[in-house]
């Protein structure tokens, strides 16, 4: 029975993990996620960047002077039951930007 359990752990902790990122903002906003594409919008959204390759790294930049942008992957990680934030930043500058990374 044990080595059964074993092999189950194991293919449990190799299932993908969905990450999304998170945008927070309370303004006009675009960016750019690699292998996801350009985006842009206003206030909240959520994009899954759970296919392609393990590590994705994204740019986004507020379209006005006011106004807050805050971003980060959140990596939901054994079906659900947690999570991990990555890459998160945020700025209030005027037309600011932020980068980050999901690993």
Same mark, same amino acid.
């Given at each position: ?23 927070? =903002? &309370?303004?006009?906003?675009? @960016?750019?996620?690699?292998?996801? #594409?350009?985006?842009?919008?206003? #206030?909240?959204? *959520?994009?899954?960047?759970?296919? @392609? ?5 994204? $740019? ?6 006011? #106004? ?6 959140? &990596?939901?990680?054994?079906? #659900?039951?947690? =999570?991990?934030?990555? @890459?998160? *930043? $945020?700025? $209030?500058?005027?037309n600011g930007t932020v980068k980050g990374c999901a690993h």
């Amino acid at each position: 029975m044990k080595p059964l359990l074993a092999v189950f752990l194991l293919a449990l902790m190799a299932c993908n993990e969905d990450t999304v990122v998170v945008v927070e =903002s &309370d303004t006009v906003w675009h @960016g750019d996620i690699e292998e996801y #594409g350009t985006v842009e919008g206003r #206030g909240n959204a *959520q994009f899954d960047i759970s296919e @392609g390759t393990d590590t994705k790294c994204w $740019t986004f930049q507020k379209l006005s002077s006011g #106004g807050t942008l805050r971003v980060y992957a959140d &990596d939901d990680t054994w079906f #659900g039951l947690g =999570s991990q934030i990555d @890459g998160e *930043q $945020t700025t $209030t500058a005027p037309n600011g930007t932020v980068k980050g990374c999901a690993h």
